[in-house]
């Protein structure tokens, strides 16, 4: 039986929805067990109420009533009581297969990296988001800030990783390509972290390496995996992300203009709600983070019962692949004897 | 008089927009002496034929038919004859006081280090492009990607470089406040560079610094001037780009599903207009190469007649302060002094 320990606080819209998501994914997989880290007396009132197949011994629960401080140093993380150093602590005691948690990236990323045993020959783990593209493929961006100083064998070790994870997370046979996110695309181009990193992905054999790409080529879905040092890799989503978040504010402000432009918008509705729904982090996915001997997610901080229900169903798709993490090792094995020479 | 050096080749739409531009500049500020780099033969017939009031004595014509090669590497810009590299000797050999082009950044970044005189004080130039933001403002960015490396000093420099050009370019008598862009806002976060830079920026008396910003304070309009490692600077800016290109093609697409979109894009059009215009580079404007002796601008590598115009007004802006590169060396002057301890 797979296991999954789920931190139901820290979500920007309260418990709730946290709550509803697990629900209906237990209705429909019913030999997972789940977890539940949070306010006790809210979860069971929650679960009694709702299903006549779900009751309070559905799930295991741990009360834990703290959530972490949006602004939590790494010290503070590991100090401070809360319900997601609550549930990292109980994935380990208990040998659970996979966490989840829609709480603050820095704190979650820190977290996994203390409490969880890192999978060998992987130096660093990643932080590994979910992206949507311009032509509707998506693709994977790594490391979206997990890591502060970041080297060439990081991104090799990375790339390796990311190449593996493509395969599972998107059920695809083909070799993803990877573009290692730089300043220009040509090779004389870039820093000398990633003049050195080109060199040694370039005769990588286990992977598909694209060349340099820049924002543009990523953007446009013109690779399957975009390789990224961590900072370069934080700003690119962050400003993905509030782009698109301001553009979409823009285009709302001009439809609220008056009747007529309400009218335009109406007879736009669909279309514009078909290209809305491309890029929502509902049906994007949470975030990863890879390089573990667990499956981690980090859902999206405002996610609502679709988003968390989508995010147990990304762990349970890696989980139900038995072998996975096994497969992975074996892969990591071979791969880390040819690439450091 | 003040002189301008005009690389007309090197534009993504051909030669005619550049001479037409520096026409309409010429015809409105006739005091301005004017040499425009490139093809003589097109320049001369293009001058004959438009306005009573020029012809090709009104201006200097310096016969230069090659374009430089996109991806020019450093050595080739200086090595491979181009209407760019005759720019940048005409500029240095006749002493004239700004030099503008539409041509490729690198080479164009490259050519200012290697050719003009860096002020005192400045210890590596920036590539400082105005952005829009969603509140209508404009901002200062820098560095978008002239240095491959930056250091806390360098980041210091351009802080105080670009405080005294944000009054300049924007004649406003406020003290731009400096945001530095990071992976997160609180103090803790972000690479040992930025740290050091941090505790740098925070006593510089002579700024106005805000502390970290993220993309989204960038792109909301948060602070005035955005300061950046070149790698950081260069994927923010690129991104923003791609993101706000690739929003308005989905939205273009949209429009033209079927009739009903066309007429509901119809009824938005003067206000999707508007919006357009806001982000649109011919009326943001050039970038500009600071920490150097002369005026330099870097013009859209797409501009038209209007957007080249703009480019020489931007120039004319800076030049028509008689005193400003005096008035900048006493600055860098006083406060280098204080800030290097």
């Known amino acids: 039986m797979k296991k999954i320990v789920f931190d139901v606080m820290n979500n920007d819209n309260g418990i709730y929805d946290a709550i509803k998501g697990a629900i209906a994914f237990k209705i429909k997989n019913p030999e997972y067990k789940i977890a539940l880290v949070g306010n006790k007396e809210i979860i069971e ?12 011994d559905s799930f295991t629960i741990i009360d834990s009533k703290n959530i972490i401080h949006l602004s939590s140093s790494p010290r503070d993380a590991l100090k401070n009581p809360s319900s997601m150093l609550d549930a990292f602590n109980y994935l380990i005691e208990n040998d659970y297969d996979a966490i989840l948690s829609s709480g603050d990236s820095g704190a979650f990323t820190t977290l996994s990296m203390l409490k969880i045993k890192r999978l060998n020959n992987v130096e ?41 994870y493509h395969k599972l997370i998107f059920n695809s046979n083909i070799k993803p390509s990877i573009g290692l996110l730089n300043i220009g695309t040509e090779e004389y181009k870039g820093s000398p972290l990633n003049k050195e990193a080109y060199k040694i992905l370039r005769e990588n054999q286990h992977i598909n390496f694209y060349g340099f790409i820049e924002p543009k080529d990523a953007i446009e879905g013109k690779i399957d995996i975009i390789l990224a040092d961590g900072q370069s890799g934080n700003i690119f989503l962050k400003t993905l992300e509030s782009s698109f978040l301001g ?41 990863y983070i890879i ?37 992975l090792k074996k892969e990591l094995d071979n791969i880390n004897y040819v690439s450091i020479e």
């Open 45 to 56: 009132a929650e679960l009694s109420k709702n299903n006549p197949t779900i009751n309070k």
């Open 124 to 164: 660093r783990i990643a932080f590994m988001p979910i992206l949507p593209t311009l032509i509707g493929k998506h693709t994977l961006l790594l490391d979206a800030g997990a890591n502060i100083e970041t080297s060439a064998e990081y991104l090799n070790n990375w790339a390796i990783l990311a190449t593996y």
């Open 247 to 287: 553009f979409g504010k823009m285009l709302k402000d001009i439809i609220h203009t008056n009747i007529v432009t309400k009218f335009g918008g109406l007879l736009l509705k669909k279309q514009l709600k078909k290209m809305k729904s491309n890029f929502d982090y509902r049906n994007v996915g949470g975030a």
């Open 291 to 327: 390089g573990l001997d667990k499956v981690v997610v980090k859902a999206h901080g405002g996610s609502d019962e679709i988003a968390f229900e989508g995010a147990l169903n990304q762990i349970k798709n890696l989980l139900d692949k038995e072998t996975f993490i096994d497969d």
